[in-house]
């Protein structure tokens, strides 16, 4: 890196996650070089993902959101920057941008390396009633701020939050934390539409409060000053509403100035996050790089990405040679008491790369189930067809789903296989996990299934037709959750000695209330002759999930 050390002049456009990171790491790589960050909001770097608890109450000091102020950033890295100043165009030929300050004069910057980090807006439909003063966006400390300061001057009881993705939810629980009735609305089936839907209705059905309602399959028509309204003529009340439908990417100087806009929508760069201008870089929400799984472009506006983007656009605006591996998503939320994490391919993304794949679903405990405050956890592992290469994960839980998530997404950044998994040495003991972690249990359950150990059906893409089912729960169990229709009692503890009522010339499918008895009976059947059976993944509350039909025990 030494031999970069060179005078030159680096401007950013926008600060915030990757354009502040990207100052930081430039200065360090070339001690010697002029570098000046333009950003139209008035804080140069703040803690956007911080914003919703903020709201919530959970942070009480609105000085911790401020990461670096522009002084701050001068006496440490040398770095000039310049809030409220908004960059208008860009001259590629010249190497000049066109600058207006606060005072509204425009000025020229000429420019060696240029780094755009404008992020993405708020998508705000273009609907009757949206710019009356109680609907809001969130994108910043000044939205932050006229939020809280129309709670505080009271009235507001019933909210409507528009879109059930990451904002969505921690909006939702923010204002339920502030003792407000939350009804969220989404134009999908399900809550966060990036995860496979049985595990999206997991989730909802461990969000069981008053406080919180939803609405889904919906469509707004109209907001007016006490209501949202839907395209069935029906309507919400409301005092306040929350927009968080999606973002859009800033790229529109970027495109009026010749740069390429790749497929989804962001400003294509490579590997060293480089434009289609070499000496123009992009990096976080506008930005489009590689999704390590598939190879394909890929857009995915998170701060984590965003961070190390800037850091390499930084490095290498400054000289170095540094190269971004890609994004895989890795995401996650907490609404009210339960988490939601998820990462690498969905089922949907899966299909739509061409993988052949399957998937597997596991339920357990956060740590060891003796040990007091254990809580479920449930698992779902895509992997490849045939080699059992991990593509993707999605965990469900009240604790634990943090680390799990990470571990995953270590996994699939290292092409590990579900048999990697099955052996993964990780940390035990019982406050923290089991003897085999809820990792290396979902990792069993796809191993048996990639060898072809036992036959099994996953309820989000089969449905019953000529098989048998076989239910296999104690009979407390049927009693209170009922049976798959059409089902055939025998507890697993008198299947051996029941065997005999079974057909010999029909498929059999055993289910158990969760998965690891039915699995326990496809073992033992097979062992008695059995050649036509199978389990059914994630047992009968997995098919609950999936709608398959429910009746009577």
């Given at each position: ?319 170095a040679r540094l190269n971004f591996a890609g994004v895989l998503g890795t995401s996650i939320v907490r609404i009210m008491d339960q988490t939601a994490g998820f990462t690498g391919l969905s089922s949907k993304q899966a299909a739509a ?84 972690d809820p990792v290396n249990v979902a990792a069993f359950v796809a191993g048996h299934i990639t060898r072809g150990d036992i036959s099994s059906v996953a309820p989000d893409s089969w449905k019953p037709t000529d098989e048998m089912l ?84």
């Amino acid at each position: 890196m030494n031999s970069a050390n060179k005078a030159q002049r680096i401007l950013i456009v926008g600060g915030v996650a990757g354009g502040a990171s990207a100052a930081a790491k430039a200065r360090r790589v070339n001690e010697s070089a002029e570098i000046h960050v333009f950003e139209r909001g008035p804080y140069i770097s703040f803690a956007n993902c911080g914003l919703p608890y903020f709201i919530a109450g959970e942070i009480k000091d609105r000085a911790e959101l401020v990461v670096m102020t522009p002084e701050r950033f001068e006496r440490r890295s040398a770095i000039h920057s310049h809030v409220r100043h908004e960059v208008l165009s860009i001259d590629r030929p010249r190497k000049t941008i066109v600058v207006r300050g606060p005072d509204g004069v425009q000025r020229e910057e000429r420019y060696d390396k240029l780094i755009l980090s404008q992020g993405a807006r708020p998508f705000v439909p273009q609907i009757p009633g949206v710019e009356l003063p109680h609907v809001f966006t969130l994108r910043d400390i000044p939205d932050m701020d006229r939020i809280v300061e129309a709670l505080g001057k009271g009235g507001v009881k019933r909210v409507v939050v528009i879109g059930g993705g990451f904002i969505g939810l921690e909006m939702a629980e923010a204002f339920v934390h502030r003792g407000l009735h939350v009804t969220l609305v989404e134009r999908n089936p399900h809550i966060l539409p990036l995860m496979d839907s049985d595990m999206a209705h997991y989730l909802q059905e461990g969000l069981k409060d008053e406080r919180l309602q939803f609405r889904f399959s919906a469509k707004v028509t109209a907001f007016t000053e006490s209501a949202v309204e839907f395209d069935d003529g029906t309507a919400l009340p409301a005092d306040l509403v929350l927009l968080s439908a999606g973002v859009r990417a800033e790229v529109e100087m970027a495109r009026d100035a010749g740069l390429e806009i790749g497929p989804t929508g962001g400003v294509r760069t490579n590997g060293r996050m480089e434009s289609s201008d070499p000496d123009i870089y992009a990096v976080g929400d506008a930005a489009e790089t590689i999704h390590v799984v598939t190879g394909a472009r890929a857009r995915i506006a998170l701060a984590g990405p965003a961070n190390r983007q800037g850091r390499i656009a930084g490095a290498n605006a400054a000289g170095a040679r540094l190269n971004f591996a890609g994004v895989l998503g890795t995401s996650i939320v907490r609404i009210m008491d339960q988490t939601a994490g998820f990462t690498g391919l969905s089922s949907k993304q899966a299909a739509a790369a061409g993988f052949s794949f399957f998937t597997s679903l596991t339920r357990d405990w956060s740590h060891a189930h003796y040990y007091p405050g254990a809580t479920p956890l449930m698992i779902k592992l895509i992997a490849e067809e045939g080699t059992g290469r991990l593509l993707g994960a999605q965990v469900v839980g009240k604790q634990g789903v943090d680390k799990r998530v990470d571990v995953l997404a270590t996994a699939i950044t290292a092409r590990m296989s579900v048999f990697d998994l099955e052996s993964l040495d990780l940390a035990y003991a019982p406050p923290f996990g089991s003897a085999n972690d809820p990792v290396n249990v979902a990792a069993f359950v796809a191993g048996h299934i990639t060898r072809g150990d036992i036959s099994s059906v996953a309820p989000d893409s089969w449905k019953p037709t000529d098989e048998m089912l076989l239910d296999v729960r104690d009979d407390d169990e049927i009693a209170e959750w009922g049976m798959l229709t059409g089902a055939v009692h025998i507890p697993l503890d008198q299947l051996r000695s029941r065997a005999a009522e079974l057909p010999r010339d029909r498929r059999i499918v055993a289910y158990c209330q969760k998965g690891q008895r039915g699995y326990l009976a496809t073992c033992a059947l097979q062992g008695l002759g059995f050649k036509n059976i199978a389990n059914l993944r994630g047992g009968f509350l997995q098919a609950r999930l999936n709608a398959f039909a429910i009746g009577k025990g």
